[in-house]
């Protein structure tokens, strides 16, 4: 920090100087946080510039709403928190919906926003961009804090750290008033002021007897059932979930997110036979998954009929019989439970029921055999199954490529269709469904793994932060986008009724999205078949050009809110 403080003349000694802007800097540093998504403007263009010259990696978006996803999912995949950098009012409003995102996932994230003066603002004078930006964020995320003195910057810092990743991650404001950056202070008192948090996000330990019950109950199974969650994912204990899975010989179910953790091509996957086992299972481990509306709260019809006892994973107490009640719940980290519950095992744990792991495995066969003729239709212009036929084999010969899915159809058919073989390869909606997520969560894939990235994305979803693709070619980033193009949300058939405008749900017939990136040097294809979609994902892949594919899809072919057509209310009123 001493090199880039200034030297003043006071009172004839010399005294090293620094300011907000360092101390914010060299507190980011200091824990290891080494990229920064955003937007600038006042107050915080100096902040960026600075922080790139620092040598901090400073990813500058087309809307804040992006870079704040993308700092959400950086989050979820580094398991330190992913920043999102704002100006004033404006632009933390455009991010405060992806940190609202991040608390909703569960994952890492600190929102960094300038803000006015607060002797403006709190008297409500009309100050550039005002707002009481703290007490707006308060009720969207897991914890907000605002810094007005520089000496506090550094523990105000390690607050938002370790309230970002403790217990269950969420995302965390921090309000940075605009006179902050500026305030001058002695550079030693400042350095001595920053705080490197240690061991932010503790290891939480189930208790023995908690460890006992779960296993009592998971031995009395006859159809025992595990699911795994997008925290499981998070949690990064895949060796331990690994051995705890195949040591029990229990089917498993990947939730979306989690698929990967093992392969969805493992022996044990139950993900193709996904109906049968929630409505048969009679004893659910439940791993880092809640039992929110993706599994149906954990009653009604998808679980059938007979009683089931839920044995619950989760650092969040909170969660315990959150729908259900939870027969045997373990508190804790997924790293340690797992490798609790796998020590308490022992060395003669009973294999799973056979026949219950066969009936799995039967049906799964079937289901497989039944979808693979559809997966290798040609037809033009394309369907779903045809054109991510294509892609699947692509995921499947290039494993360690990211694949971020977002839409309706294209989001549900795609989750089913392809496999996937590496954890936390799967980027998607997550627990909102949320469209919008798509060249966010590309660019911090890239960006934070150098890996390639497929995003597969619907017409409507990507037109959420389409505009990024400038971001992915100005970076010159491996991103390969794949536009679903049906000409709408859904279906690009609807007619308006009353005939003036268009109907709500379709965009302009035909439209050409690979002309959009051609404006930036990327590479422009439009595909009309499965081969020419696969021939042109590949040569993306190949070469790690910013590429956009349109993939021509029949408008007819898809369905009215994919696969969750069945939250969709409708009037029986309307008028024909
Ligand atoms: P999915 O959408 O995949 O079903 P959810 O987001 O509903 O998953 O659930 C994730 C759960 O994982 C949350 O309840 C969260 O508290 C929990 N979780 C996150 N990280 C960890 C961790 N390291 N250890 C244990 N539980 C975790
Ligand atoms: C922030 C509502 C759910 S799915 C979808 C919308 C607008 C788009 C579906 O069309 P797409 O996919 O992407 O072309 P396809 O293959 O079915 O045609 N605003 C937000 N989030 C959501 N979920 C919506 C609106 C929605
Ligand atoms: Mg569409």
Redesign the pocket.
């Known amino acids: 920090m001493l090199n880039t403080a200034q030297k003043t003349e006071a009172s004839g000694t010399e005294q090293e100087l620094t300011d907000g802007f360092h101390l914010v800097i060299d507190a980011l540093k200091l824990n290891g946080i080494d990229t920064i998504y955003g937007v600038p403007g006042i107050p915080i263009t100096d902040l960026g510039r600075m922080a790139q010259a620092a040598g901090i990696r400073v990813l500058s978006f087309r809307h804040e709403q992006n870079a704040g996803y993308a700092a959400s999912i950086a989050g979820f995949l580094t398991k330190k928190p992913g920043v999102c950098l704002t100006v004033s009012a404006p632009g933390f409003l455009n991010g405060l919906t992806a940190l609202a995102h991040a608390t909703t996932n569960c994952f890492p994230m600190i929102l960094i926003s300038g803000s006015s003066e607060r002797e403006i603002v709190d008297l409500q004078q009309g100050d550039y961009e005002e707002m009481d930006q703290l007490a707006i964020a308060k009720p969207l995320c897991k914890a907000a804090y605002r810094v007005l003195h520089a000496q506090d910057i550094g523990i105000g810092l390690a607050r938002a750290i370790r309230a970002a990743v403790s217990g269950r991650p969420g995302g965390v404001y921090l309000d940075l008033p605009a006179k902050l950056f500026a305030q001058v202070i002695d550079a030693d008192a400042g350095a001595k002021s920053l705080v490197k948090v240690i061991d932010a996000a503790p290891a939480q330990l189930p208790a023995p007897p908690a460890v006992k019950r779960a296993l009592d109950v998971l031995k009395s199974a006859k159809r025992p059932l595990i699911i795994l969650g997008k925290g499981a994912a998070y949690a990064q204990a895949d060796d331990a979930i690994r051995t705890l899975v195949e040591k029990s010989g229990i089917p498993f179910l990947p939730m979306s997110m989690a698929k990967g953790l093992l392969p969805d091509t493992h022996p044990q996957c139950a993900g193709a036979a996904r109906s049968t086992v929630l409505k048969d299972s009679d004893v659910v481990m439940l791993i880092g998954a809640r039992l929110n509306w993706l599994l149906s709260h954990g009653k009604g019809k998808t679980w059938g009929e007979a009683p089931k006892k839920f044995i619950q994973i989760d650092i969040e107490p909170k969660e315990m019989d959150s729908n259900v009640e939870i027969a045997a719940p373990l508190v804790g980290d997924v790293g340690s439970c797992v490798t609790a519950l796998v020590e308490a095992m022992g060395g003669n744990w009973p294999a799973a029921p056979a026949d219950w792991v066969n009936a799995v495995k039967t049906k799964r066969e079937e289901n497989v055999a039944k979808m693979a003729p559809r997966l290798m239709n040609n037809k033009s212009p394309m369907d779903?199954h045809g054109a991510l036929g294509a892609l699947r084999t692509i995921i499947k010969e290039r494993p360690d490529a990211f694949l971020v899915n977002?839409?309706?159809?294209?989001?549900d058919l795609a989750r089913g269709v392809i496999d996937m073989y590496q954890p936390r390869k799967r980027l998607d909606?997550g627990t909102?469904?949320?469209?919008?997520i798509g060249m966010g969560y590309a660019i911090a894939a890239a960006v934070e793994t150098g890996k390639p990235v497929l995003a597969v994305?619907?017409?409507?979803?990507?037109g959420?932060s389409g505009m990024e693709i400038e971001t992915i070619c100005r970076y010159n980033l491996p991103v390969c986008v794949v536009i679903?193009n049906?000409d709408?949300?859904?279906?690009?058939t609807d007619v308006n009724s009353a005939g003036r405008d268009p109907a709500t749900t379709v965009f302009v017939k035909g439209a050409r999205y690979d002309k959009m990136i051609e404006a930036f040097g990327g590479v422009g294809i439009n595909a009309t078949t499965p081969d020419e979609l696969k021939r042109a994902v590949n040569a993306a892949m190949d070469s790690g050009k910013p590429t956009l594919i349109n993939a021509v899809?029949d408008p007819a072919a898809?369905s009215e809110?994919?696969r969750i057509g069945n939250l969709n209310p409708q009037s029986v009123l309307k008028k024909k």
Do not use: K, P
């Open positions: 779903y977002e839409g309706a159809n294209t989001l909606v909102w469904g949320v469209m919008g994305e619907g017409d409507s979803a990507f959420f679903f049906n709408g949300i859904y279906r690009g899809i898809g809110s994919g």
